[in-house]
């Protein structure tokens, strides 16, 4: 049985449990998508692991690499500040080794919804050098924010605009997306770099343009670019989102890439507790065959050298039991 035909039964008979028990009958239909979901095809899903390079608790890049190899980490998340100059040294660092770039963090200058062109011309130009050096390294993509509440402060487009401005609503029109829509410029250019650009829902705390995984998924499918795709990070999606495995499955086959941290804190992975669950989640990410990377971004309040393998080894318990 394939993915798709899991996905769909699961649709038809959350549906038909809703039909069933009406309004009241809230608790009923998550216990269905819970049964679905343990039934979904689970084999074409892969949990790899990643980290944020800031996080590993060493000076020198070769020092760090060796530690997350053997913590069982697969990837490493750069930094996109000054990534142009470091591409050589990241190159020479990790080759011959088993880990991966997983995805590059931002980095960029200005945002991508400001009121200013020059502020939006800006920042495509900086995104643009950034995506070329993410695509010399095997990077996944470089992930972005449209504009956080401080920049909304300083002159945003309002949002109808900036949506329009992103990626309008082609779907069912003739109309062909000019190059001045920015999503489908930079998608361009990064899929001729060989990578992506990633869209990233926020907590209404950092920003209100983008917070949900099924409004970056909507711009991704209006896009409608290859270069142009989408994340979630568990952090945010504790404040935003009602069902971590419903964002996930919303993300479908725009999400290339997952943030983790703990739940209450933003520290690592089981650091608060019994808060720190993620098993719905990973029951969406194995619905959806996810293939890409669940990267560490996070702080820490013990020994990172302690914590942090303590922390695979919770998520990958965790992944199990998904």
């Given at each position: 049985?394939?993915?798709?035909t899991?996905?769909?039964?699961?649709?038809?008979?959350?549906?038909?449990?809703?039909?069933?028990?009406?309004?009241?009958?809230?608790?009923?239909?998550?216990?269905?998508?819970?049964?679905?979901?343990?039934?979904?095809?689970?084999?074409?899903?892969?949990?790899?692991?990643?980290?944020q390079?800031?996080?590993?608790?060493?000076?020198?890049l070769?020092?760090?690499?060796?530690?997350l190899?053997k913590?069982?980490f697969?990837?490493?998340?750069?930094g996109?500040?000054?990534l142009?100059?470091?591409?050589?040294?990241?190159?020479?660092?990790?080759?011959?080794?088993p880990i991966?770039?997983?995805?590059?963090?931002?980095?960029?200058e200005?945002?991508?919804?400001?009121?200013?062109?020059?502020?939006?011309?800006?920042?495509v130009?900086?995104m643009?050098?950034i995506l070329?050096?993410?695509?010399?390294l095997?990077?996944?993509?470089?992930?972005m924010?449209?504009?956080?509440?401080?920049?909304?402060?300083?002159?945003?487009?309002?949002?109808k605009?900036?949506?329009?401005?992103?990626?309008?609503?082609?779907?069912?029109?003739?109309?062909?997306?000019?190059?001045?829509?920015?999503?489908?410029?930079?998608?361009?250019h990064?899929?001729?770099?060989?990578?992506?650009?990633?869209?990233e829902p926020?907590?209404?705390e950092e920003?209100?343009?983008?917070?949900l995984?099924?409004?970056?998924?909507?711009?991704?499918?209006?896009?409608?670019h290859?270069?142009v795709?989408?994340?979630?990070?568990?952090?945010?999606?504790?404040w935003?989102?009602?069902?971590?495995?419903?964002?996930?499955?919303?993300g479908?086959?725009?999400?290339?890439?997952?943030?983790?941290a703990s739940?209450?804190?933003r520290?690592?992975?089981?650091?608060?507790?019994?808060?720190?669950?993620?098993?719905?989640?990973?029951?969406?990410?194995?619905?959806?065959?996810y293939?890409?990377y669940?990267?560490?971004?996070?702080?820490?309040?013990?020994?990172?050298?302690?914590?942090?393998?303590?922390?695979?080894?919770?998520?990958?318990?965790?992944?199990?039991?998904?």
């Open positions: 049985m394939s993915a798709e899991n996905r769909r039964e699961f649709l038809q008979r959350t549906a038909a449990v809703a039909a069933a028990v009406g309004v009241g009958g809230a608790p009923a239909v998550a216990a269905e998508a819970e049964k679905c979901a343990t039934h979904a095809h689970k084999g074409q899903a892969m949990l790899k692991l990643s980290c390079e800031g996080i590993v608790p060493a000076d020198k070769e020092e760090k690499l060796d530690l190899e913590w069982g697969e990837g490493i998340e750069f996109g500040k000054n142009v100059t470091r591409v050589d040294e990241i190159k020479k660092a990790m080759e011959g080794r991966k770039v997983s995805a590059i963090c931002a980095g960029f200005g945002w991508l919804i400001a009121r200013d062109p020059q502020i939006r011309k800006k920042c130009e900086s643009k050098q070329t050096a993410a695509g010399a095997g990077s996944v993509g470089m992930i924010v449209p504009s956080f509440n401080r920049q909304d402060e300083q002159g945003s487009l309002p949002p605009d900036a949506r329009v401005l992103l990626a309008p609503y082609t779907r069912w029109t003739d109309r062909t997306p000019g190059p001045q829509l920015l999503l489908q410029e930079l998608g361009e990064a899929a001729k770099a060989g990578t992506t650009i990633i869209l926020l907590n209404r920003c209100y343009f983008l917070r995984l099924a409004d970056a998924a909507s711009i991704c499918r209006d896009a409608n290859p270069g795709a989408m994340m979630g990070d568990f952090w945010h999606m504790t935003e989102e009602t069902s971590d495995m419903g964002a996930f499955l919303s479908g086959k725009y999400l290339k890439h997952v943030h983790i739940r209450r804190r520290k690592m992975p089981g650091e608060d507790g019994e808060a720190d669950n993620y098993v719905d989640g990973f029951k969406g990410l194995k619905m959806i065959g293939q890409g669940v990267s560490f971004e996070c702080g820490c309040e013990g020994d990172r050298k302690e914590r942090i393998p303590a922390a695979v080894k919770l998520i990958k318990e965790q992944w199990e039991k998904a």
